[in-house]
C-alpha cells in the first residue's frame, strides 16, 4: 500500500539557506534538472518580477511561493532574508532572465549573508554575457564585462574612453531603441576595432554580426534593430607591446617620492598607456 505525500511537503529538503538560480535568457528549455529541483523543493523564490517569473515556473509546474525581491526593494528585503533563513526556510533568487546579480539583483543581499555567516550556493546555468563571447568570435581569453551603457551622452563617452585601451574582449548591454547612438560613439572611439552585436540569444531569431562600428551602423540602418543585445568590443591589441614588468618597476620606484597621482600621470605619458591602469596598479603595490 503506498502511502500519499501531502503537496505542502517538501520531497527533496533544502539547507536554511539563500539559493541563487541561474534562469533561461531565451529558450525556456536551458534550465538545469538541479535548478528546477532546487526552484521546487524552495519556501520561497523571490523574483525579480513575479509576473515574469509565473511563465517559466508554470511551465515545470513549480507552485512555491513567490516574492517580489527587485533593485528597488532589495536593501529593504534583507532582514526579512534573514529573518526566513534563521526560521529554518530555504529561499531561491531568480531573476527575469540568466543569472542573478549579473546587472541584476541579488548583490547586496548576497554580500550581507556572506558577511553574517549564512548558507549560499550558486545553481549556475545560462549567462547571456559568457553565452555571446562565446557567439562573437572574438577573443576569450581575457574579457571584461561593463554592464549596461549609460543613457546620458556624456556618460556614455566616459563609459567607453575607460575601456579603451583595455586588452581584454569589453562586454556591454544595450537596448534596441539606442544601438545605433552607440555604435556612432564606438565609430569615433574605436574606429575599426572589431565589434560584434550578439542579439536574441538563444531564440528563433539570434542573430550574430561583426565588423567595424561602421559596418555594423550600415547593416543595422539597413535592417532595424530589435530584441535583448549584447555587445563587445576587441581587444587594444596594442597594449600587448607595453613591458609591464617595467611600468611596475618604474612605479615601486618612483612612489617612495612622490604622490601616486603624479607618478601615475609621468609614467602613463612614457610609456602611452591609461593613468588609470597604472594607478589601479600603483593602488596594489601600495597596499603589498
Known sequence: MTSKVSKNIKKNILKAGFYVVATPIGNMEDI???????LKSADIIACEDTRVSKTLLSKYGIDTDTVSIHNYNESEKINWVKEKIDSGLAIALISDAGMPLISDPGYKIVSDLREAGYYITVIPG???TITALALSGLPTNRFMFIGFVPTKNQEKISF?????????TVIFFETANRLIDTLNLLDTI?????IAIVREISKIYEEVQRGSANELLKHFAKNGVKGEIVGLISPNKERESVDYDKVSEMLSSLIKYMPLKEASDFIAKIFDIS??????LGIKLKNK
Open 160 to 168: 567607453f574612453n575607460d575601456v579603451k585601451n583595455e586588452n581584454a
Open 126 to 128: 545560462a549567462s547571456a
Open 190 to 194: 574605436f574606429g575599426n576595432r572589431q
Open 275 to 280: 593613468k588609470k591602469d597604472v594607478y589601479n
Open 32 to 38: 538545469s534538472f538541479r535548478a528546477i529541483n532546487t
